[in-house]
């Protein structure tokens, strides 16, 4: 079954204590992206990624790091979080392959709900 | 001003109604239009794509894109209490960034 998943799906946390999100694929994506999805804001992209050690910026970038060493793997990685990026956080995949069409999330996460205190 | 808008409604029709969702968009640069349905505590999934302008069916969906009114919409026939959901609409210029509105919570009722 084609799937993304994410870990953990639900986190409570402090201020500034590092924390990791999995996102993983078993579709041979080549496009994956990280989203935060807040009430009355829809959901906006973090980072993005067209390969493996190919990652760029959204339009919400702040405080997050994002690596993409293999294929299927996509973790995004809150250094020092902060109360402001409690949110549910969605990982997404796509076959990209250099077509724009492809490079449309096609294959959504079921999120990760955080919360940062 | 948002660069897509659309009503959160929420929006209540009896089922088998006609329902139609809305976005308007301010960038002419967008040619590539998403809808894309979520269900509660789940990920988005896509559910309609439409290039540049124009009609496009899938079963009792139709997407339709007007670019000269920077208007886009769904239709959904015959609806059913299954399609009770969240619509999101999502557009781009190409590749990369997509920009979504703020969705539109739909209930069919029995």
């Known amino acids: 079954e084609a799937q993304v998943t994410q870990n953990p799906r639900y986190l409570i946390t402090v201020t500034g204590k590092k924390l990791t999100v999995t996102c993983s694929q078993n579709?041979?994506?080549?496009?994956m992206s990280w989203y935060r999805q807040d009430p009355g804001l829809g959901l906006r992209q973090i980072y993005y990624?067209?390969?493996?050690?190919?990652?760029d910026k959204g339009d919400v970038p702040e405080g997050y790091k994002v690596s993409r060493k293999e294929k299927r793997n996509f973790p995004l990685i809150l250094e020092s979080p902060s109360p402001n990026q409690t949110s549910l956080y969605f990982c997404?995949?796509?076959?990209?392959?250099?077509?724009?069409?492809?490079?449309?999330?096609?294959?959504f996460g079921d999120g990760t709900r955080l919360s940062i205190l | 001003q948002k660069e897509v808008e659309q009503d959160p409604g929420p929006l209540s029709v009896p089922e088998g109604a006609i329902v139609s969702l809305n976005c308007t968009y301010s960038?002419?640069?967008?040619?590539?239009f998403m809808w894309y349905r979520q269900y509660s505590r789940k990920g988005p999934e896509l559910l309609m794509y439409?290039?540049?302008?124009g009609n496009k069916e899938d079963g009792r969906f139709t997407a339709q894109v007007d670019k000269s009114s920077k208007y886009i919409s769904l239709f959904i026939r015959d609806s059913q209490p299954s399609d009770s959901a969240t619509y999101l609409c999502?557009?781009?210029?190409?590749?990369?960034?997509?920009?979504f509105g703020q969705g539109t919570r739909l209930t069919i009722n029995p």
């Open positions: 997404a995949s796509s076959i990209g392959r250099g077509r724009v069409q492809g490079n449309q999330p096609q294959h």
């Open positions: 579709m041979n994506h080549e496009y």
């Open positions: 990624s067209m390969n493996v050690e190919v990652t």
């Open positions: 960038n002419s640069a967008f040619q590539y």
């Open positions: 439409t290039y540049s302008s």
């Open positions: 999502a557009m781009s210029q190409g590749a990369q960034k997509l920009v």
